[in-house]
């Protein structure tokens, strides 16, 4: 039986494994793909929509991540995350 130490509400999911990195789920691919067609389009209304749905699906992932994370560790990732895009689009 596994001890419940904060190292292992912190590292482990609920079935006892370390997960730290995961694979991508769709709001996080849908930031990827946008982010790069950011950087192909650099100017006019196509950049500005890329832009707009970058930052949706990174601020819905993040979200997710808050409330729904496995463990301590991806809900305090989605959490810095979540702090990170706020503060980049404030300054």
């Known amino acids: 039986m596994m001890e419940n130490t904060l190292i292992d509400k912190t590292f ?5 494994n370390v997960v ?6 769709l709001p996080l691919i849908v930031w ?9 389009f650099t100017s006019g ?4 929509v890329l832009h707009v749905v970058a930052n949706g699906s990174l601020f819905t992932w993040a979200w997710l991540e808050l409330f729904d994370g496995v463990n301590y560790f991806r809900r305090a990732l989605g959490l810095a995350v979540l702090i990170g895009i706020i503060a980049f689009n404030i300054y």
Do not use: E, F, H, Y
Request: net charge neutral.
């Open 32 to 40: 990827i793909v946008t982010s790069l067609l950011a950087l192909i």
């Open 20 to 25: 730290i990195a995961q694979m991508p789920n």
């Open 12 to 16: 482990r999911d609920s079935n006892g």
């Open 45 to 48: 209304t196509i950049n500005t």
